[in-house]
């Protein structure tokens, strides 16, 4: 399959099999593109969990040599009853599992390794390029339940098709719907774009004017719990500051046209977190200078160190910018 789609497949003598049984030499249109990857390859009923759709891939011996090769290193499964493989990388799994004895993946369209997908995800997802995908086919992998699916949908839908409306109906939607742990931190990061902040880095095909608008009547009709779910997002040790997710967070929820009242009554409610309702205070302290004091006091007399120090510093300076 890997020859079919252009590529070069080394296979390693078997005496000489360390862990890695081959190595793949990537190839588009007949041109290398300089990126070998080492694999090693597993075949048969006893690498798969059906129940859990999991492949797995005993570690046995073979955890420093891999952890240590100098090239990607990833691990195929062939499973026979669904009639394909699918992939790991390995080197990346073991780091963030360094206890593990198996390593234990669920199956997903993300990591297929066959035909349909070598050419527009594996190879894409290798070399870090957006995925060849329609715009259908990213929004149906958006919806999916399986995290690394949904993921791979997303990056498709903002990378490859950044000014579709359908991209950010989709977007939006799932920031409405979803809860929070389906959420990832990028899509919030994907959202600054429209609002926009000095520490966007954009490449790619740039947004245009008409599809900022779109999304801009998107964002408008955001509430009060939308902007509690934005500020979720934001780290506790990292707060708002540049270059943080806060960062990212505080230009959407500040180009919101109902921003003021909606921090002001988040502000106000004792039964959220005081870390959210100390971002609010923050916000709305950028936002609305010396004004904001009054609703800010109702924190400080709650007992908030953060909602004294800015209520004092306004008195200083007038305003608050956490970038400067």
Same mark, same amino acid.
């Given at each position: 399959?890997?020859?079919?789609? +252009?590529?070069?497949?080394?296979?390693?003598?078997?005496? $000489?099999?360390?862990?890695?049984?081959?190595?793949?030499?990537?190839?588009?249109?007949? #041109?290398?593109?300089?990126?070998?990857?080492? #694999?090693?390859?597993?075949?048969?009923?006893?690498?798969?969990?059906?129940?859990?759709?999991?492949?797995?891939? *005993?570690?046995?011996?073979?955890?420093?040599?891999?952890?240590?090769?100098?090239?990607?290193?990833?691990?195929?499964? %062939? @499973?026979?009853? !669904?009639?394909?493989?699918?992939?790991?990388?390995?080197?990346?799994?073991?780091?963030?599992?360094?206890?593990?004895? @198996?390593?234990?993946?669920?199956? /997903?369209?993300?990591?297929?390794?066959?035909?349909?997908?070598?050419?527009?995800?594996? @190879?894409?997802?290798? &070399?870090?390029?957006?995925?060849?995908?329609? !715009?259908?086919? +990213?929004?149906?992998?958006?919806? /999916?339940?399986?995290?690394?699916?949904?993921?791979?949908?997303?990056?498709?839908?903002?990378?490859?098709?950044?000014?579709?409306?359908?991209?950010?109906?989709? !977007?939006?939607?799932? !920031?409405?719907?979803? *809860?929070?742990?389906?959420?990832?931190? @990028?899509?919030?990061?994907?959202?600054?774009?429209?609002?926009?902040?000095?520490?966007?880095?954009?490449?790619?095909?740039?947004?245009?004017?008409?599809?900022?608008?779109?999304?801009?009547?998107?964002?408008?009709? %955001? =509430?009060?719990?939308?902007?509690?779910?934005?500020?979720? %997002? #934001?780290?506790?040790?990292?707060?708002?500051?540049? +270059?943080?997710?806060?960062? /990212?967070?505080?230009?959407?929820?500040?180009? &919101?046209?109902?921003?003021?009242?909606?921090?002001?009554?988040?502000?106000?409610? #004792? $039964?959220?977190?005081? %870390?959210?309702?100390?971002?609010?205070? &923050?916000? &709305?302290?950028? $936002?609305?200078?010396?004004?904001?004091?009054?609703?800010?006091?109702?924190?400080?007399?709650? =007992? /908030?160190?953060?909602?004294?120090?800015?209520?004092?510093?306004?008195?200083?300076? +007038?305003?608050?910018?956490?970038?400067?």
């Amino acid at each position: 399959m890997t020859e079919d789609a +252009g590529s070069l497949f080394h296979k390693i003598d078997g005496e $000489n099999d360390l862990g890695i049984d081959a190595l793949i030499e990537l190839i588009r249109d007949e #041109v290398p593109l300089n990126h070998q990857i080492a #694999v090693q390859i597993k075949s048969g009923a006893s690498y798969y969990n059906s129940a859990g759709e999991e492949c797995l891939i *005993p570690v046995e011996g073979h955890r420093e040599y891999w952890l240590h090769h100098p090239l990607p290193v990833l691990g195929i499964v %062939f @499973v026979p009853s !669904l009639g394909r493989a699918h992939w790991i990388d390995i080197k990346t799994y073991l780091k963030e599992n360094p206890g593990k004895a @198996v390593i234990r993946y669920q199956t /997903s369209e993300a990591n297929r390794f066959d035909s349909s997908t070598f050419g527009r995800i594996f @190879v894409q997802t290798i &070399l870090r390029e957006i995925p060849d995908l329609t !715009l259908l086919e +990213g929004i149906q992998l958006f919806r /999916s339940s399986k995290p690394d699916e949904s993921y791979l949908g997303l990056i498709t839908l903002f990378r490859r098709y950044p000014n579709s409306e359908s991209t950010w109906n989709e !977007l939006v939607q799932a !920031l409405r719907d979803w *809860p929070l742990e389906d959420i990832r931190d @990028v899509m919030v990061y994907f959202f600054a774009h429209i609002s926009w902040h000095p520490d966007i880095w954009h490449t790619g095909e740039s947004i245009t004017e008409r599809t900022k608008e779109h999304a801009r009547k998107l964002f408008a009709s %955001f =509430g009060r719990l939308e902007i509690e779910k934005l500020l979720t %997002f #934001v780290d506790e040790g990292a707060g708002i500051a540049r +270059g943080t997710i806060g960062q /990212s967070v505080e230009a959407i929820i500040s180009a &919101l046209p109902n921003a003021t009242q909606c921090l002001t009554e988040i502000i106000a409610d #004792v $039964n959220l977190l005081p %870390f959210t309702r100390e971002c609010a205070a &923050l916000i &709305l302290a950028m $936002n609305n200078g010396k004004s904001s004091v009054p609703t800010i006091s109702i924190l400080a007399k709650s =007992g /908030s160190w953060f909602a004294q120090e800015l209520i004092d510093h306004l008195g200083r300076y +007038g305003e608050v910018n956490p970038y400067a």
